[in-house]
């Protein structure tokens, strides 16, 4: 039986394809759009052949009106969108800001419009951590509760902020409209999920991040490193005011954050909320030596590394207060770090050239 229609924007990416996994595992519909930008179909065969079900997929891009339009007359079924597509490289956001402008704001606004053409009142968007900026400027907010002030400190944050303001504005017009007409309008609900560092893998060994081009977040690095794609990591920065010198930052296990998307989805059905944001963060945080210690461990070796400057526009502490999902939502990330590197390197080891191979023989095998 299904229990409801969902279509996943940027479903063949890393946090989508988990989220949409979890969706039919669910039982929910899932149609997927997605452009391949950062992303491949490969995915799709992974998700079928874990979960026994097949995700509708169609090539699309956000930032075409008309086609969304298409995939929403195509299956007018379709009541609630979850939406990932985005471009996401922080520091490429400070050199192409009008593309990152273009996708992240003016799709998600192509988005909107083919939502209220087509009478779909449910969104629930990618939000980031990095809508809060540099936290630590508020001494008393560090683990980062949802009501620390935004301050993003890059064009990437900036559009993050901007989307979360235009969907805010949407709903709430909604909501007021049909009050208007004399109907609840309790229908128009959004979340606003700011996650933390996503980490990780299927355990299965045959879904994970396969980034296109140079990675340059910290766990795809190091199993890069693990691989012999990369002598060695290079850390950024052991003068940071932690217990060890290297920076904070929150790693919540992908299933986890997938889990948290389907919770914040039920939710919005059958509580009806209006807007609402949600941390996704584990509570605990990590610094950049304890990571390189937990993956080495995983992988059973030391891996070489480098101290080098901070990077530009890092802070020392980005951690999640995530009480309120954890007691609105009754979400909980229950993975560890452990469990996370494990997955990773099982990953990386069984899939060298990640999704542009075939699936490892032993899954098919057994
Ligand atoms: P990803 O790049 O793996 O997934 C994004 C997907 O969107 C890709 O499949 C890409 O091909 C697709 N896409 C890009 N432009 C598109 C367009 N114009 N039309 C249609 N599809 C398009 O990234 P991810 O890590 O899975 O991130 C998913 C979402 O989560 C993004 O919105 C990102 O900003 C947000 N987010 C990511 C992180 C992180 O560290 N990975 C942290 C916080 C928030
Ligand atoms: C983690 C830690 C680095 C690489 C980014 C975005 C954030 C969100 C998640 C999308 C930091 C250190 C890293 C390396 C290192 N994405 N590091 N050597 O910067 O916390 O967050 O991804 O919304 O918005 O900013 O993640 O994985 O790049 O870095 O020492 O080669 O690892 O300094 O302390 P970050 P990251």
Redesign the pocket.
């Known amino acids: 039986m299904v229990v409801g229609s969902v279509l996943v924007t940027g479903g063949t990416g890393y946090i989508g394809s988990f989220t949409a996994l979890a969706l039919l595992e669910a039982d929910y519909k899932v149609v997927i759009v997605d452009n391949l930008y950062n992303s491949s179909q490969e995915v799709l065969r992974r998700i079928e052949l874990i979960s026994g079900k097949k995700a509708h997929y169609h090539t699309c891009d956000i930032t075409d009106e008309a086609a969304l339009d298409a995939v929403f007359a195509a299956h007018p079924d379709i009541d609630n969108v979850i939406h990932f597509a985005a471009l ?1 490289a ?1 520091g490429e956001s400070g050199e192409r800001p009008l593309d990152y402008y273009n996708v992240n704001v003016f799709g998600s606004l192509c988005l909107l419009r083919a939502m209220k053409k087509h009478h779909v009142t449910n969104i629930v968007f990618s939000s ?3 809508v809060y900026g540099d936290a630590t400027r508020f001494p008393n907010m560090i683990p980062i509760p949802e009501e620390c002030p935004l301050g993003p400190t890059n064009p990437y944050g900036n559009t993050k902020v901007t989307v979360e303001m235009m969907i805010t504005d949407h709903v709430n017009a909604e909501r007021a409209n049909a009050k208007k007409a004399g109907k609840s309008g309790e229908e128009f609900n959004a979340a606003l999920l700011r996650y933390f ?1 996503p980490a990780g893998s299927h355990p299965s060994g045959i879904m994970g991040e396969d980034p296109q081009g140079v990675p ?3 766990l795809p ?1 190091l199993a890069q490193v693990a691989v012999g794609k990369r002598e060695k ?5 052991d003068d940071y005011a932690s217990k060890d010198g290297t ?1 904070i ?1 929150d790693y919540i296990h992908i299933l986890d954050l997938a889990a948290g998307h389907l919770i914040a989805l039920n939710y919005l059905r059958a509580n009806h909320p209006g807007v609402r944001a949600w941390n996704l963060g584990t509570g605990k945080g990590s610094t ?1 030596f304890e990571m390189v210690a937990a993956f080495s461990k995983a992988v059973g070796r030391d891996l070489p590394y480098q101290v080098v400057g901070r ?1 530009a526009g ?1 802070v020392l502490d ?1 951690t999640a207060n995530p009480t309120r999902a954890n007691t609105e939502l009754g979400w909980k990330a229950h993975r560890t770090l452990e469990d996370a590197c494990a997955d990773l390197w099982r990953w990386t080891e069984n899939n060298p050239q990640g999704y542009r191979q075939e699936p490892p023989k032993a899954f098919l095998e057994a």
């Open positions: 996401k922080v980031s951590a990095t560092n340059y977040n910290l690095l990591l290079l850390v950024f920065g920076a930052r950049v990077r890092d980005l």
